[in-house]
């Protein structure tokens, strides 16, 4: 079992940029994929990025592509998520996701483990 927690969220004027860290407990952590989800007041929850196990493939949300960059250092057991030219429309609550396996998915429901997740405000 792994145990999330979200930090780096905050408030930024659009164009800037945040770093989102997420560490996890456990002494496993490379053998989860990890991914990063958002989600605004009465939407569905949305696919951001993801990470393999190793951290040798990622994957990206076409809104987000080119701007954010999903990370690893499975030596310190945590994931970031680099955000750059932040849109108000980034705005949202931003969850660290885990699940102890191979391979990656854009669907919330495969992944196990959840933070609390970080606030996220761009402001225009």
């Known amino acids: 079992q792994v145990q999330l927690v979200e930090s780096g969220g905050g408030l930024v004027q659009a164009g800037g940029s945040l770093r989102l860290s ?6 496993t952590f490379s053998s989860y994929a990890m991914a990063w989800f958002r ?7 949305e ?19 080119g701007r954010f960059t999903i990370s ?17 429309e980034d705005t949202a609550v931003y969850y660290c996701a885990a699940r102890d396996a ?5 669907g919330g429901a495969w992944y196990d ?7 996220v405000t761009v402001s225009s």
């Open 72 to 88: 690893r250092d499975n030596a310190k057991n945590t994931v970031h998520l680099q955000m750059n030219s932040l849109k108000p």
């Open 113 to 119: 483990y959840w933070g609390q997740g970080t606030q």
């Open 39 to 45: 989600q605004t007041p009465g939407k569905e929850r």
């Open 22 to 27: 997420c560490a996890a407990s456990g002494r």
């Open 47 to 65: 696919f951001v990025a993801a990470i393999t196990r190793s951290g040798g493939y990622t994957y990206y949300a076409d809104s987000v592509k």
């Open 102 to 106: 191979m391979g990656w998915s854009i």
